[in-house]
Antibody, heavy 121, light 108 residues
Framework: QVQLVQSGAEVKKPGASVKVSCKAS????????MHWVRQAPGQGLEWMGW????????NYAQQFQGRVTMTRDTSITTAYMELSRLRSDDTAVYYC??????????????WGQGTLVTVSS | SSELTQDPAVSVALGQTVRITCQGD??????ASWYQQKPGQAPVLVIY???NRPSGIPDRFSGSSSGDTASLTITGAQAEDEADYYC???????????FGGGTKLTVL
């Protein structure tokens, strides 16, 4: 079965960077886009972008352009999301989500457990 | 701000039918999908591409669309359906994904 296991919680200072990992198993890693979505405390879902694990191509939401970098390591079936120049309002749970097998490439399907990133001085 | 608008909260009596709506210009061009999220859990896809249910999702969940509005209908709501529901679709450019602000469903 599809499993996405994310790295543990992080505490960062404003201005720092954070890199969250997402270890995939149970399917062909290079066959499905991987989305990153975040959720601030008590708030809604916010799409950050996706990476094509096969080519490494990325598509970032406009509000994160210049601050986010999505990468992957196919040898260990792991996707990464790095967010730089952190601010307090980046405090959120960050999710990776495999694109659903049916439908478009804009359809997060199976989700990781989430990684809480806290930005605080 | 979200390009997809949802009512913040909706309530339904146990066993009754409830409709949750999502409005946005991009819905005239692209399908909506719907997610259920319970407290402390990751979202779960319940409807994709307007009215398709992933395996394991009860058939009391259905989707529809008309013009700039997509709807999620729960026919015969159960206590376990109490959750936050989010719609999503492509944005007006067609190049990015956007979520609605979410609707908190209370089952009375």
């Amino acid at each position: 079965q599809v499993q996405l296991v994310q790295s543990g919680a992080e505490v960062k200072k404003p201005g720092a960077s954070v890199k969250v990992s997402c270890k995939a198993s149970g399917y062909t890693f290079t066959g499905y886009y991987m989305h990153w979505v975040r959720q601030a405390p008590g708030q809604g879902l916010e799409w950050m972008g996706w990476i094509n694990p096969n080519s490494g191509g990325t598509n970032y939401a406009q509000q994160f352009q210049g601050r986010v970098t999505m990468t992957r390591d196919t040898s260990i079936t792991t996707a990464y999301m790095e967010l730089s120049r952190l601010r307090s309002d980046d405090t959120a749970v960050y999710y990776c989500a495999r694109n659903f097998p049916y439908g478009s490439k804009f359809l997060p399907g199976d989700w990781g457990q989430g990684t809480l990133v806290t930005v605080s001085s | 701000s979200s390009e997809l608008t949802q009512d913040p909260a909706v309530s339904v009596a146990l066993g009754q039918t409830v409709r949750i709506t999502c409005q946005g210009d991009s819905l005239r061009s692209y399908y909506a999908s719907w997610y259920q999220q319970k407290p402390g859990q990751a979202p779960v896809l319940v409807i994709y591409d307007k009215n398709n249910r992933p395996s394991g999702i009860p058939d009391r969940f259905s989707g529809s669309s008309s013009g700039d509005t997509a709807s999620l209908t729960i026919t015969g709501a159960q206590a376990e359906d109490e959750a936050d529901y989010y719609c999503n679709s492509r944005d007006s450019s067609g190049n990015h994904l956007v979520f609605g602000g979410g609707t908190k469903l209370t089952v009375l």
